[in-house]
T-cell receptor
Framework: EADIYQTPRYLVIGTGKKITLECSQT?????MYWYQQDPGMELHLIHY???????EKGDLSSESTVSRIRTEHFPLTLESARPSHTSQYLC??????????FGPGTRLLVL | KNEVEQSPQNLTAQEGEFITINCSYS?????LHWLQQHPGGGIVSLFM???GKKKHGRLIATINIQEKHSSLHITASHPRDSAVYIC???????????????FGKGTHLIIQP
């Protein structure tokens, strides 16, 4: 059983608000990832981290930012939410060369 | 960049039928993942393959590295198998998931009672 958590699960927020999506894992994995998935579309990598103080941008350009101050925690922040940010955001973690474990996702709606 | 093709895009079958979902890719990989996504959005990792065949319950995954092709089979399908099945690739040059996965568009499977 994977132990990776995301909060909130659902978020409806107005344009211009700052939001932080939380992701935590208790497996001690060094690698963590954020994926974005628009309805009916495939997932795209937006951020990843090899470990503490390591963050990299993924294949899909995103206005969000991430931080990795602790191994278990990989939050994603949008400084000023816009309707174009409406999507599902999925967090995952893995050890080198092993399967990725996915969190339950956060569904974001920006009005 | 690796191109991932899944087929079929949509599949509706009757309970008990044998299901096959296919995944083809264009560039060498270090591993291939099969994922299951339910309507609620959560993703479960079913298999990670780098060669041969794996079996878990009624699910079987195979991969042919030379042909750059993988299949996911479901035996004795059940309505609870209804979900989106996604093929995802770990690039050969980035060390098995180091830089995240490349995803197929998914196969929408519906199993009718």
């Amino acid at each position: 059983e994977a132990d990776i958590y995301q909060t909130p699960r659902y978020l409806v927020i107005g344009t211009g608000k700052k939001i932080t999506l939380e992701c935590s894992q208790t497996m001690g994995h060094d690698k963590m990832y954020w994926y974005q998935q628009d309805p009916g579309m495939e997932l795209h990598l937006i951020h990843y981290s090899y470990g503490v103080n390591s963050t990299e941008k993924g294949d899909l350009s995103s206005e969000s930012t991430v931080s990795r101050i602790r191994t278990e925690h990989f939050p994603l922040t949008l400084e000023s939410a816009r309707p174009s940010h409406t999507s599902q955001y999925l967090c995952a973690s893995s050890e080198q060369g092993l399967a990725q474990y996915f969190g339950p996702g956060t569904r974001l709606l920006v009005l | 960049k690796n191109e991932v093709e899944q087929s079929p895009q949509n599949l509706t079958a009757q309970e008990g039928e044998f299901i096959t979902i296919n995944c083809s890719y264009s560039v060498g990989i270090s591993a291939l993942h099969w994922l299951q996504q339910h309507p609620g959005g959560g993703i479960v990792s079913l298999f990670m393959l780098s060669s041969g065949k794996k079996k878990h319950g009624r699910l079987i995954a195979t991969i042919n590295i030379q042909e750059k092709h993988s299949s996911l089979h479901i035996t004795a399908s059940h309505p609870r198998d209804s979900a989106v099945y996604i093929c995802a690739l770990a690039d050969m040059y980035s060390g098995g998931g180091a830089d995240g996965l490349t995803f197929g568009k998914g196969t929408h499977l519906i199993i009718q009672p």
